[in-house]
């Protein structure tokens, strides 16, 4: 039964491919739809039935790929990341039917989006190598295509869609290499036999495997400084398309990491450990530093993504230096805090972007300092938002709150060790967490309060209309699943816990208790998301009743609705006099001035008549991403150097091609022989 | 003593010992200036004639203007409830986290900063990005003060943290704890908005980080708004007090016991709270830009104090 | 000069009955005060003797504050409107609107001669007129500039103190 299931979502999906592609315009997305749904649906009930029992889904053909078949294996670590692709998925293509008609209804889209919905879906069931690289590369360019939708009006896309391609490839060279000098070790190309083989390679071999999986891995799932695609491709992606990146592909380079480091290899020394707790501390500082200083909204969320991200592999990082160090039971907790806090953000980031896609199609701008006012006008998007926006802040009474709140004791209870590198890790990385916190609170008032709050500051936003209703379907329904997660986290935990157990080699007793409250297993810590959040609605009730029985006097003053904002008696009060996003973020960019450096451009023009005398100033600011400014670029410019200084060797003249050709073969003849 | 009253005491408690305090700062720097001053039950009297006054709304507002004041009392209400303040055992006291009571409260923050953006004036921007720069900057600082002062105590549980500061009085002179309080103190400064980082009482507007952000409200707004932000100060040098000077602090059920324990919170906090206002009369607001500098001092206090903490195991 | 009599003669009861004649169930309503007085000061053109005066009036020795006063920044956390001098023509508007961003039940005092009936102002070309030309004053302080201790005075029977 299990097989069916799986043979359906390939089968589920290349049909909603085919038909995407085919049918006319009126019908092509609704089949899509309809048919990635049936997809979803078999993928989640493949996982549950992972979870729930203890044995594993398998299955292995050698039809679909010549020369070494595909085999497909589901174990519960698997299963976890595929129900959470599930859940997005099912939000996404919702949205999407209401999306659809701003430009993503051609048939390349709509064979696109069911394309990159199940091969997602399928990289958690890969069990060989083959199988995983072609699943992996028919994600990416199912991405691509997604990210190319409006490359015919903007030099944006296709900039963005070039940095995406590029570096895809170069992160997918890595995994290949990595993945082959594994299999060839091994002899075969299983996963199976990889596994049962992989004691026996030489520790240089693992560690080079490891650090080129680390490094094709973290680049896909947004580790500084393999980042600098993610901003400029979830950015430019249409918005349900944004939310499937952010919220599903980047977990697949998590569990790329976790598939090789943990799986695969079955563990290592600590300077691995150590090198992806290091990944994730820069990651996340740089990440919450870039949301808190950018003013496009999608940019914003998109660099919050790769802040999130650090969290996670600081998280990874610390369970597998407490493995290593001997202390199952917090090397237990910072694998589940991991697991927890990936999902968290695929909930929450899914919602976010959904909401900021509606945004964008509502008012044409992604530009926070042109936004303004939108509760009023997008009811639902603006509550939508400002849970997203609460949930990662990690704010009780939402989900972000509780993964954090584990991964914090999962350090401190981790932190009285002898071992002086676990020391220093896990004091950086509760330092970096505080800090990441901080300016991901900072990031995201600006974006709820600038975006949606005040008054519009262009016309578009005074304009603005709630989007259709299928987007606020699936936005709502994912913001509601944060509202839940939080208040109920034991819903998923026992999931992680078993995804956890099965990734991280550890047995751990469980953290839940009954409904009610998380009890660290072995350790003094417990937390009652929902007696918490109970309390708090108890405290608003109480307080709401306070103040409206102060106006039940017999002399009381009636409130005024509507009143005219106070602006120190001045007679103009427009809607640009309200802070923007870039003087909100003002104070701490000044703070972080040498971290950013941006780019500072003032330009002064006099009257021809008398140089005494200005024409015009033009300021030019901007945040560009530091690393691609100083080491991307650069690079870039050297190979086109190389590139240009080489063209002497293409002069056109065949005879010369033809003894290139002739001198090759010479020299292959001689190596072999 | 039922779970239940225990917690309306301590929310009545901090609820009325607020405005309480903040008049008795204000009479310690008036009697400083050489001036009588304002009795010290005055902001008492000032909350009871706001909440009868008219409420007033921005014309563009949304619900989130009047979400703020409401929900920046309902969290302080509800950690108070629930954090050992009079008592080693407050209702809820196993689930009561130092890390779940600091979300909790700047879940606060971030609503009244929203609500501030909601107003749609330059002040409340202006209030809410200062107020939220120095919260991002604050946070570091706090939360590896909590982690110094866990580590020590094996668990980051409030109520666990006083009680092993009454058992073994040793831990309190540890250098881990002074150092994480320190760091403590410096960003209750911070957050509660007192000088050097920030004049309560100041008329310019440019000066203004907290006060920015509560120009617009009015009536039983900023009636919640003074209550809030006073219990909240009141609340967090509880908790100062209770982890520096625990004795005194009711270790044993019973009423009696309970009465001296918030005997002794109103005591402690009074001292705490005159030996802030008279090092606030003799200081200068700090330049806005120099704040970064104060609050990463703090930071190294906290750090230093998690690294002695580990050491010292 | 009994401070008494000039309590007596120059400021208005305490109890001040204000009629909301324009909505349309008029109400009485006592302005209950309540011992809390919050002042939102306004200089609408004056010399600044007044201000000058305020300020000892807030000061060590007179100290207005042990009676519940206080200055406050926003018209919106004050109940009482200050204001001094003749009111100026580029200050009409302002002045209106600081008293309309005022939540009732608020008062209008008005300070100085020149608050009154423009004072040695009156007749200059940048003067509107005076403060009740403008705005409708409940509370008027006479003096060129008045004393601290009438200003204390006046204060005082506001709060009830």
């Known amino acids: 039964m299990n097989e069916v299931y799986v043979v359906t979502i390939g089968m589920a999906g290349l049909l909603a491919a085919i038909l995407g592609g085919a049918l006319p315009a009126s019908s092509r997305v609704v089949a899509a739809v309809a048919l990635t749904w049936v997809s979803c649906g078999a993928a989640m009930a493949a996982a549950v039935s992972v979870l729930s029992s203890d044995h594993v889904i398998s299955l292995s053909t050698t039809a679909i790929l010549p020369l070494t078949g595909v085999t497909l294996v589901l174990n519960q670590l698997g299963a976890l990341f595929v129900i959470t692709i599930s859940v997005v998925a099912l939000a996404s293509t919702l949205y999407w039917l209401g999306y659809a008609s701003h430009g993503l209804a051609t048939r390349s889209a709509s064979s696109a989006m069911p394309l990159f919905v199940t091969s997602m879906l399928l990289v958690p069931f890969a069990a060989s190598v083959a199988t995983f690289l072609v699943l992996w590369e028919m994600m990416a360019l199912a991405s691509l295509v997604l990210v190319l939708t409006d490359q015919s009006r903007r030099e944006a896309a296709r900039s963005a869609a070039q940095w995406y391609a590029v570096m895809t490839h170069a992160g997918a060279a890595a995994i290949l290499l990595a993945l082959v000098l594994l299999s060839a070790h091994a002899g075969g190309q299983t996963f199976a036999d990889i596994e049962t083989h992989a004691r026996h390679l030489s520790g240089a071999v693992r560690g080079t495997v490891f650090v080129l999986a680390l490094l094709g891995f973290g680049s896909k799932a947004g580790a500084v400084p393999l980042h600098v695609w993610l901003p400029k491709a979830h950015a430019e992606a249409p918005g349900p398309a944004s939310a499937l990146m952010s919220g599903a592909m980047v977990n697949l380079g998590i569990y790329g990491i976790i598939l090789v480091g943990n799986e695969l290899l079955g563990g290592g020394p600590v300077w691995w450990w150590i090198l992806i707790s290091l990944f994730g501390v820069v990651s996340a500082i740089y990440g919450a530093l870039y949301a808190a200083t950018s003013s496009d909204l999608k940019r914003l969320l998109a660099y919050s993504t790769t802040d999130n991200m650090g969290l996670v592999l600081i998280a990874l990082g610390a369970s597998g230096l407490f493995a290593a160090v001997g202390r199952p039971t917090t090397a237990a907790i910072a694998m589940v805090a991991a697991l927890l806090l990936l999902v968290n953000h695929s909930v929450f980031k899914g919602a976010l972007f959904l909401a900021a896609g509606a945004v964008q199609v509502a008012t044409g701008t992604r530009d926070l300092d042109r936004l303004g006012g939108l509760m009023r006008r997008m009811p639902v998007t603006g509550v939508v938002f400002f849970i997203g926006a609460l949930s990662v802040a990690a704010l009780p009474p939402f989900n972000g709150f509780v993964g954090e709140w584990l991964l914090f004791q999962g350090l401190l209870h981790g932190l009285p060790t002898t071992n002086t590198s676990v020391v220093i890790s896990v004091a950086v990385a509760v330092a970096a967490l505080a800090l990441t916190g901080g300016l991901t609170v900072a990031a995201f008032v600006k974006a709820t309060g600038i975006g949606f709050l005040g008054r519009g500051r262009s016309v578009e936003a005074t304009e603005a209309h709630e989007a259709a209703i299928t987007m606020r379907l699936g936005a709502a329904a994912l913001a509601a699943l944060c509202v839940v997660l939080g208040l109920i986290p034991m819903l998923v935990l026992p999931a992680i816990e078993r995804a956890a157990a099965s990734a991280g080699r550890v047995n751990a007793t469980s953290a839940t208790r009954g409904w009610i409250s998380l009890h660290l297993p072995g350790l003094r810590g417990v937390l009652a998301p929902s007696l918490l959040a109970g309390g708090l609605a108890i405290a608003v009730l109480v307080v709401i009743v306070l103040r409206r029985s102060t106006h039940r006097r017999r002399h009381a003053w009636p409130a005024i609705n509507s009143v005219e904002p106070w602006g120190s008696g001045r007679k103009l009060q427009t809607a640009r006099m309200q802070y923007t996003a870039t003087s909100f973020a003002e104070p701490l960019q000044r703070v972080f001035d040498d971290v950013i450096r941006p780019s500072r451009d003032l330009d002064v023009s006099h009257l021809v008549e008398s140089r005494y005398y200005i024409e015009r100033i033009a300021y030019h600011t901007s945040n560009d991403d530091v690393i691609e400014r100083q080491f991307y670029r650069p690079f870039i410019a050297g190979v086109r150097w190389w590139g240009e200084r080489a063209r002497w060797l293409q002069n056109g003249s065949v005879h010369r091609y033809l003894a290139y050709g002739f001198v090759a073969l010479v020299i292959v003849l001689v190596v072999v022989a | 003593m039922s779970q239940v009253l225990v917690a309306i005491s301590q929310v009545a408690a901090v609820c009325v010992g607020g405005p309480l305090l903040l008049g008795l700062m204000r009479k310690v720097r008036s009697r400083l200036e050489g001036r009588v001053g304002a009795p010290i039950y005055q902001p008492l009297l000032d909350l009871r004639k706001l909440f009868a006054k008219q409420r007033m709304r921005p014309r563009d507002s949304s619900w989130v203007f009047g979400a703020g004041p409401v929900v920046l009392v309902a969290t302080v209400v509800a950690v108070t409830a629930v954090s050992p303040l009079a008592t080693t055992n407050p209702p809820l006291g196993q689930s009561s986290d130092f890390f779940a009571v600091v979300f909790v409260l700047l879940l606060g923050s971030v609503l009244l900063a929203l609500s501030a953006l909601d107003t749609g004036t330059a002040f409340g921007g202006m209030g809410s990005s200062r107020s939220m720069t120095i919260g991002a900057l604050c946070e570091p600082a706090l939360l590896v003060a909590i982690l110094a002062m866990a580590i020590a105590a094996r668990t980051s549980n409030l109520p666990a943290l006083v009680r092993v500061g009454l058992n073994h009085p040793t831990v309190i002179a540890s250098p881990a704890r002074i150092l994480a309080l320190a760091s403590f103190l410096v960003v209750i400064l911070a957050e509660s908005g007192r000088l050097p980082i920030d004049n309560p009482s100041t008329h310019l507007e440019l000066t203004m980080i907290h006060e920015a952000m509560v120009l617009e409200y009015a009536g039983a707004d900023l009636g919640l708004i003074i209550l809030g932000e006073s219990m909240r100060l009141v609340f967090l040098l509880g908790l100062f007090v209770n982890l520096l000077v625990p004795w005194g602090v009711a270790d044993r059920p019973g009423a009696l016991y309970f009465a001296v324990g918030l005997l002794a919170l109103v005591a402690k906090v009074a001292v705490v709270g005159v030996t802030i206002a008279v090092f606030e009369v003799f200081t200068a607001k700090m330049r806005l830009f120099r704040l970064p500098e104060l609050l990463a001092g703090g930071f190294v206090l906290a750090l230093l104090g998690a690294v002695t903490a580990v050491v010292a195991r | ?161």
């Open chain 3, 1 to 161: 000069m009994s401070f008494r009599f000039l309590f007596q003669t120059l400021v208005h009861p305490r109890n001040v009955v204000k009629d909301l004649g324009d909505a349309p169930t008029p109400q009485h309503t006592t302005v209950a005060l309540h011992g809390s007085l919050q002042i939102r000061h306004v200089d609408a053109g004056s010399c600044n003797g007044c201000e000058l005066e305020v300020t000892s009036a807030f000061a060590p020795v007179y100290d207005a504050e042990r009676f519940g006063v206080r200055l406050v920044a926003s018209p919106r956390h004050a109940d009482a409107l200050l204001v001094t001098g003749p009111v100026t023509k580029n200050m009409a508007e302002p002045l209106r609107k600081t008293l309309e961003a005022m939540p009732e039940p608020r008062l209008v005092i008005s300070l100085g001669d020149c608050a009154h009936d423009c004072g040695i102002f009156n007749g200059a070309y940048g003067v509107e007129g005076s403060v009740s030309d403008v705005v409708k004053v409940d509370v008027h302080i006479a003096g060129c500039p008045p004393r601290p201790e009438v200003i204390v005075e006046a204060l005082r029977g506001l709060t009830g103190r």
